[in-house]
């Protein structure tokens, strides 16, 4: 069906390059034409409650909106409502700062009808012209506005946007009931579109799952199953095979403390979830690291486990293939025994089961637990070194840690290609969505006649997200050890 959409039969120029031409009985407004602007305000994290009154952060608006607010993740009570911003059902909210170019002014129109409220950091455009509230949420973050939001930021590792910016902000307008139709197929095509994402975004969960499974049993049983076992006396190891040792960390891998003091190298390394130590220029070209102090970072080697030490115990840890510099907040680790392979390490500080049993060790924030999932959204807990060091772990013989370490690796790598092509896919759904949602919001494709015949789909619940883990990206993100 949407390969049927056809052109307007004419079109006009709009005068801006990133818009092009529109339909020639369409309306071209700026923002400040259409309402009044407002700043939000409000207080900090530590106002959030389980339920409340429902309350949307800035922060959110790049990573737990799209297009829309249905309902929200962020509650706050009555009692600290009154130090927030209430919100408006149409209210289109702008996130005031992020860090990166697509969280630059990223918005999103409030749907909710009942007494809600937002934080500070946020824009409040309140519309004063009749208008579809949808289609506004369409309009006002498709890649056309979102390219002239970029243009309009102010700072440099943190990036402003004000409303005096957002006011000029250019969007094509369409009557009325063009509006109710675009909405109508927008809605229908998303709603396809996400249910699709997120199923392909389920089997990259169940694939992890399976990764983490076969990890856990390797570093814990071997790869022979008919070795005779022992309890190891450590409740997230089980049972062990009988001729293993159990040792502290402490006696296994010692950590490197080399400051780069002279400066040695001025290659910073990133540690993430998805890519392991990489060089920081390769995840953010022209970055602000260059500009740090480098030789209050510590040094790492070819072969060091690289870890975060507040971010460990949900998997912030990686094998280093570089030589180059990591914060401060690093550790890093190698075997003292020349017999003892590095990977196999890696493959324990890997294992889920064993970074769920370092939680008591640590002096943390906060941590956030999805609700259906259960996977840990925010953290920072710090281990110190001394505590670390006493934690036990298995200890195979050199012969069985070398076997295992190819076994996982041809595991894991077939595993990983199936991941690597579901996000791939999801990569291609997104930039398809988001063309599509630019194209018919800019009149490049005409949706009336095709809206019509549609019937209506159930967006996405926050519910249906999380079991989804549609916030991967989030999750990676908080934990990066670009800190």
């Not at 005096?164 to 809605?187: G, N, W």
């Not at 049993?357 to 959204?377: P, R, T, W, Y």
Request: proline share 6%.
């Amino acid at each position: 069906m949407i390969d049927d959409l056809k052109h307007y039969p004419d079109y006009k120029e709009s005068g801006l390059p990133w818009i092009g031409q529109v339909p020639r009985h369409w309306e071209l407004r700026q923002a400040r034409h259409i309402g009044r602007f407002f700043k939000g305000v409000g207080g900090t994290k530590e106002d959030a409650t389980p339920t409340g009154v429902p309350c949307v952060r800035y922060g959110e608006l790049y990573t737990t909106y799209t297009y829309f607010i249905r309902a929200t993740k962020s509650f706050i009570t009555e009692n600290r409502a009154v130090d927030y911003m209430p919100i408006q059902y149409g209210d289109v909210l702008f996130a005031a700062s992020g860090e990166k170019i697509e969280e630059i002014g990223k918005s999103a129109v409030n749907l909710m009808h009942g007494a809600a409220y937002c934080g500070g950091d946020v824009i409040i455009l309140r519309p004063n012209i009749p208008a579809q509230a949808p289609f506004l949420g369409y309009a006002l973050d498709c890649r056309p506005t979102t390219n002239q939001k970029a243009t309009m930021c102010r700072g440099t590792t943190i990036k402003h946007i004000y409303p005096t910016e957002l006011k000029s902000l250019f969007f094509p307008l369409p009557t009325l009931d063009e509006q109710a139709a675009i909405v109508r197929f927008l809605d229908w095509a998303n709603g396809r579109l996400d249910r699709t994402i997120l199923a392909k975004r389920k089997r990259i969960v169940l694939l992890n799952e399976q990764k983490q499974a076969i990890i856990h049993r390797a570093i814990t049983r071997g790869i022979n199953p008919t070795v005779p076992l022992k309890p190891s006396g450590v409740p997230w190891l089980g049972e062990i095979p009988k001729h293993w040792d159990i040792l502290p960390l402490g006696r296994l891998l010692a950590e490197r403390n080399e400051k780069n003091d002279p400066i040695k190298t001025d290659n910073i390394l990133s540690l993430s979830l998805h890519d392991g130590v990489i060089p920081y220029a390769d995840k953010r070209p022209g970055g602000n690291k260059a500009k740090d102090d480098l030789t209050a970072y510590k040094l790492a080697y070819p072969g060091d486990i690289v870890l975060n030490s507040m971010n460990v115990v949900v998997g912030s840890v990686g094998l280093s293939k570089y030589f180059g510099v990591v914060s401060p907040v690093y550790y890093m680790l190698y075997p003292r025994q020349p017999n003892d392979v590095v990977e196999y390490f890696d493959a324990v500080f890997q294992d889920r089961a064993f970074q769920s049993s370092l939680f008591g060790l640590g002096n943390g924030i906060m941590v956030i637990q999805s609700k259906s999932s259960g996977k840990l959204n925010t953290i920072r807990m710090r281990i110190p070194m001394t505590k670390l060091n006493r934690v036990e772990v298995p200890h195979p013989n050199h012969e069985e840690q070398v076997a295992i370490v190819e076994y996982l690796a041809k595991a894991k790598a077939s595993i990983d290609s199936v991941i690597d092509n579901a996000r791939r896919e999801l990569c291609l759904l997104q930039e398809y969505r988001t063309r599509l949602v630019s194209d018919v919001v800019t009149g490049k494709l005409d949706v009336r006649s095709i809206a019509k015949d549609l019937r209506e789909e159930s967006p996405i619940t926050i519910e249906e997200e999380d079991s989804g883990e549609l916030s991967m990206e989030v999750d990676e993100e908080v934990v990066n050890a670009d800190e």
